[in-house]
């Protein structure tokens, strides 16, 4: 088994794992902080690195029945969130391909 090397990120604004401080995404990524999570409020993300992608399942959730794959940090494995792969209706459609990252499962470093 290879090493595994972790992207690091440039930027003003870097979310990291709150547990291990990897990290995740950047504020340029941000699309939307008003979004509910599993612990709460949730962001959504253009992207995400770092992460190890669950199986695919589908989810009722708030919006309507999504398919979803729940992403960990790759480096604590603390279950982190989730990714959109399939909006069954149009209204919801923007979401896929992006990923919920948890508030309080997530730290803020301002550059």
């Not at 199986?55 to 603390?78: A, F, L, Y």
Request: include cysteine; proline fraction near 1%.
């Amino acid at each position: 088994m290879g090493l595994k090397y972790r992207t690091y990120l440039d930027g003003e604004v870097i979310y990291g794992c709150t547990k291990c401080k990897t990290h995740l995404s950047t504020g340029d990524a941000l699309i939307s902080q008003r979004f509910q999570g599993q612990h709460g409020q949730a962001f959504l993300f253009r992207f995400v690195v770092n992460i190890i992608p669950g199986e695919e399942k589908e989810r009722n959730m708030t919006t309507g029945v999504h398919v979803i794959q729940d992403i960990s940090c790759c480096q604590c494995k603390t279950l982190l969130g989730w990714t959109y792969l399939k909006a069954n209706d149009e209204e919801n459609k923007y979401k896929e391909g992006k990923s919920i990252l948890e508030k309080e499962l997530l730290m803020m470093d301002v550059v």
